[in-house]
């Protein structure tokens, strides 16, 4: 691992999800190298050439020893044992940041690498991810749950800024709650769209999916704007809390 001195950092992505190779063009397009990717089947290879062309893909003790920033996007079952699997090898190194994304975890799961002088972020973009290139734009409208130590809580936040997103910070000991209203939003979304889509199909509808776009976009916006504490009034936006002086009673 070698220090750059123009502030970019050479970047290595555990996990060829939907997710880590959409924050590693993110970071590319903010001016980061990426100096490897993990990918375990054909689909992975392919979905990291998508969002990704030419993306060395390498080994993961590879990656860990070339990255000064590492990014661990995999199922949240696998994360604390990949993280003490890495630090049983030795692979962790003193400054250098790891960084995850599983929702319900904070800093804690990283403890291992901590213990080697790595530095441990949480970042978990709240974003149903498709990972293309259409995440891309989508994460410039997201926040992400950034949970970090108070020293290093800085670099957290400037990173999710190089994405593109907006960071909102979490306490460790939220992550498990946080993650619980995320899955939440996504599958009541999803369970909602799905009876309305059979409903439409069920008589005779061919494309119940557009009939339904403008209606369950409409609704979330305004459910969301309600949440806010924002309503609409005559066409603009207004707070919950603003008060008409001239209104007559």
Known sequence: MTARRDGRLGV??????????????????AGHAI????????DERDRVEGVLPGAPIARVPDIVE?????????PDDQLADLVQGLAASGAWQ????????APGHGVGVLDPARAAGAIPLAVHPALDFTGTSIDLVRLREAWCAVTAPAPVLPIAQALVVEM?????VIDEADRAAYADAIAAAGQFSRAV???AVDGLRAIGVDEPGRVLGAVVRSAIENALREASGSRIELGRFVRADETDHNETP
């Open 12 to 29: 290595g992505i555990i996990g060829a999800g939907r997710v880590g190779p959409v924050l590693g063009a993110a970071l590319a397009g």
């Open 35 to 42: 100096v490897g990717v993990s990918a375990l089947d054909d």
């Open 66 to 74: 070339r990255s000064e920033l590492v990014i661990i996007a995999v």
């Open 94 to 101: 003193p400054g250098q940041l790891v960084l995850h994304t």
């Open 164 to 168: 593109g997103a907006e960071p909102i």
């Open 193 to 195: 769209v799905d009876q």
